[in-house]
T-cell receptor, first 114, second 115 residues
Framework: GAGVSQSPSNKVTEKGKDVELRCDPI?????LYWYRQRLGQGLEFLIY????????KSGLPSDRFSAERTGESVSTLTIQRTQQEDSAVYLC????????????FGNGTRLTVT | KNQVEQSPQSLIILEGKNCTLQ??????????LRWYKQDTGRGPVSLTI?????NTKSNGRYTATLDADTKQSSLHITASQLSDSASYIC??????????????FGQGTTLQVKP
């Protein structure tokens, strides 16, 4: 079946603009995660959804970042008033839920803020 | 502090050779340890997941080991191929509340396999 799909694959935006990044998880996966990966760096946790609720938002770096999930499916990560330090690859992952289940990652959205 | 440290940071080997990547962690309480492979420009792909009671797990030419006493893991790649060139990421999950949101990621080891 289809894997995790993210769109757009690349996004170039001007400093100060808002951007929306989309994630379509694997159908039936209840857990959904967003991560940020700066160039040459490891993955940085942003937010975790179980169903449509987000029990862990502790990784969101500022109030400019927000995310929602609807229908226990699609998730959108929104960055308001983008800054150059927001430039990174934003990765989404989903899993079937049990703690030992593997994460299935999308290929990410590469965001460049000019 | 919950941390995952990987070594070496980067590694170059010749095609056909074996190699071993290391992961040390201080995450507690421990739930499981995962190895992921990340090709350039792609998302990570799961290789293995090991719980406390497992000390070895294989996936084709990849074999992961876990020593929960010393909090060390290794990933051994046998008979390397050019397609093994990638970043290998060690990830440790904490046990407890059931909230799996916080997986602790290592910085990765970048492996380059040369012909």
């Amino acid at each position: 079946g289809a894997g995790v799909s993210q769109s757009p694959s690349n996004k170039v935006t001007e400093k100060g603009k808002d951007v929306e990044l989309r994630c379509d998880p694997i159908s039936g996966h209840t857990a959904l995660y967003w991560y940020r990966q700066r160039l040459g760096q490891g993955l940085e946790f942003l937010i975790y959804f179980q169903g449509n609720s987000a029990p862990d938002k502790s990784g969101l770096p500022s109030d400019r970042f927000s995310a929602e999930r609807t229908g226990e499916s699609v998730s959108t990560l929104t960055i308001q008033r983008t800054q150059q330090e927001d430039s990174a690859v934003y990765l989404c992952a989903s899993s079937s839920g049990p703690i030992n289940s593997p994460l299935h990652f999308g290929n990410g959205t590469r965001l460049t803020v000019t | 502090k919950n941390q995952v440290e990987q070594s070496p940071q980067s590694l170059i080997i010749l095609e056909g050779k074996n190699c071993t990547l290391q992961c040390n962690y201080t995450v507690s309480p421990f739930s499981n340890l995962r190895w992921y492979k990340q090709d350039t420009g792609r998302g990570p792909v799961s290789l293995t997941i090991m719980t406390f009671s497992e000390n070895t797990k294989s996936n084709g030419r990849y074999t992961a080991t876990l020593d929960a006493d010393t909090k060390q893991s290794s990933l051994h790649i046998t008979a390397s191929q050019l397609s093994d060139s990638a970043s290998y990421i060690c990830v440790v999950s904490r046990n407890g509340s059931g909230n799996t949101g916080k997986l602790i990621f290592g910085q990765g080891t970048t492996l380059q396999v040369k012909p």
